[in-house]
Nanobody, 119 residues
Framework: QVQLVESGGGSVQAGGSLRLSCAAS????????LAWFRQAPGKEREAVAW???????AYADSVKGRFAISQDVAKKTLYLQMNSLKPEDTAMYYC?????????????WGQGTQVTVSS
């Protein structure tokens, strides 16, 4: 079965960096239709960065220039490099996949990894 397992969360001070990883298994990894979402307490889940159906990257305005999504297709692993972290980046971060890679809802999710940024 499809599994997405995140790691790399933690607590950092504002201005610091973290790199999240998401190991995928159980399906043919295409490098497309993969995303990082986050959800802060009391807020809706939001997309942070993603590879679209063509494998191109896109970012939420709030993280442009600070976060970078990447992947290692051979390792079937998705990454999120987060730099210049702000307290408002504090959230649970989730890896998501859309399988098959067509337009539609994100239908597979990891369990999440907590990121806490202190001022």
């Amino acid at each position: 079965q499809v599994q997405l397992v995140e790691s790399g969360g933690g607590s950092v001070q504002a201005g610091g960096s973290l790199r999240l990883s998401c190991a995928a298994s159980g399906y043919t990894y295409s490098g497309r239709c993969l995303a990082w979402f986050r959800q802060a307490p009391g807020k809706e889940r939001e997309a942070v960065a993603w590879f679209d159906t063509n494998g191109k990257t896109a970012y939420a305005d709030s993280v442009k220039g600070r976060f970078a999504i990447s992947q290692d297709v051979a390792k079937k692993t998705l990454y999120l490099q987060m730099n210049s972290l702000k307290p408002e980046d504090t959230a649970m971060y989730y890896c998501a996949a859309r399988i098959p890679c067509t337009y539609g809802p994100w239908n597979y999710w990891g369990q999440g990894t907590q990121v806490t940024v202190s001022s």
